[in-house]
């Protein structure tokens, strides 16, 4: 009886343990598991840091933005004899001059096409007050417009009614700002809004 006890013991002895083919299936599953979850959270991390880059870009432009459509609420931007510093605004314009109520300071949103950013240039009683740029160095604008309805003075003395524009001054900003992201990919985000002039002449 003890010999057939000590076979038995010694064949399940000699099977204790893995093989060395289940070692490395097991280890196969088990890199396999880990690759996928590696995959997986550096997808998301990809992802966060894309989405991180579109927020730095969306704020940036949204600053510049802000900047401008304050500037076209709360300034004038017509004289007596229409739209200030001559020429009718109503087609685009590379740049656009909002002035204070008492018209002691002028703003001037410019465009530079060739360096591909948007400045404001002050300037209070005929003086250069301040020049600065209205976004990062690494956001660059490809496209500004600038519109202006109506084309006359809507308020002037000499204003024609007959002439079927009487309405409320209206600018339109039309910006496109672009950022390059980590991979080398340009994202570019456009605005576009209408504000009509708080002022009355």
Do not use: W
């Amino acid at each position: 009886m003890s010999k057939k006890m000590n076979e038995k013991l010694r064949r399940l002895g000699a099977r204790d343990g893995f093989s060395l083919i289940e070692m490395l299936v097991a280890m196969a599953i088990f890199v396999l598991f880990t690759g996928l979850i590696l995959n997986s959270y550096l997808g998301v991390v990809r992802g966060l840091r894309v989405a991180e880059e579109y927020r730095v870009l969306y704020s940036e432009a949204r600053h510049s933005f802000e900047v401008m459509t304050d500037l076209a609420r709360n300034s004038r931007y017509y004289n007596e004899d229409g739209v200030q510093d001559g020429g009718v605004c109503s087609d685009a314009a590379d740049e656009f001059s909002f002035y204070a109520k008492d018209g002691s300071k002028r703003s001037t949103v410019c465009y530079s096409g060739a360096a591909e950013k948007l400045y404001i240039h002050e300037k209070v009683s005929g003086e250069v007050f301040s020049e600065y740029d209205l976004h990062a160095e690494n956001v660059f604008v490809k496209d500004f417009e600038v519109y202006v309805t109506p084309s006359e003075n809507p308020y002037g003395k000499d204003y024609n009614f007959s002439l079927g524009t009487y309405f409320h001054p209206k600018v339109t900003l039309v910006v496109i700002f672009a950022r390059e992201n980590a991979q080398g990919v340009v994202n570019e985000v456009k605005l576009q809004t209408s504000v009509s002039s708080r002022v009355y002449n």
